[in-house]
């Protein structure tokens, strides 16, 4: 799969007086910083998965015909906030819709923050899913989460401005898979004619039925893509 490697992967984080120092980190700081000898600033501390943080984000299609979806997929989102499957997991969420896709909820562990910015969902003509994949993307980069996992909620009936949806959305889902994700597929009513598929192949997804669609699923993903 897309997470080869993850496993043993530790992060670090500055380090306090009775932390156990990781030297190399600590030594690679002080580097960075342009220093020859460590200082205190530069201790570090290695974090380990077990107490790792999972950031999810939701990329929903928010054209007129997925309204149920969509409410199904905020309600997951809330009840995932509200369970606190993990203390320090965040969820993020995407909206697909209209000329290219919006950022509606950054990466939260509020469910107040949450339930404000997801009150007014959008809605548009158009569904830009690759311009969802790369916001999903972006905001993974610019986390520091230890694992991070994608839930893509589409009916696969995917439109674009300029330019092949199928195309588009095999190089944004290329790009995703770069970002070692690990992601659901949500399938809402592909027909045969959408780009799920090509979702699905390129970021080595689960696909999943809409009637799955639960904060119980997800916490299952997101258990596996934090390698645990």
Known sequence: GSRQGRG????????TETDDIDVPASVRAAASAGRSRVTRSDLRTAVSRGSAATLVVFVVDASASMRAAMRQAKGTVL?????????????????VAGDEAEVL???????????????????GDRTPLPSGLDAA??????????AA??????????TVA?????GQTRSAARSLATADASVVVVDAG??????????????DAR????????????????????GQ
């Open 8 to 15: 043993s992967r530790v992060r670090t984080e500055p380090a």
């Open 79 to 95: 009840s995932l906030l509200e369970d606190a499957y993990e203390q320090r997991d965040e969820v993020a969420f995407v909206a």
């Open 105 to 123: 909820l950054p990466p939260t562990d509020s469910v107040t923050l949450a339930a404000r910015h997801l009150k007014e969902l959008p809605t």
């Open 137 to 146: 993307r972006r905001v993974i980069d610019r986390s520091d989460a230890d």
């Open 149 to 158: 996992l994608v839930v893509v909620v589409t009916d696969g009936r995917v």
């Open 162 to 166: 300029d330019g092949s949806p199928t």
């Open 190 to 203: 592909d027909d045969g004619i959408g780009v799920t598929d090509i979702l699905v192949s390129e970021t």
């Open 207 to 226: 696909r999943i039925p809409l009637s799955d669609l639960s904060a119980e699923r997800v916490a299952e993903a997101e258990r596996f893509a934090d």
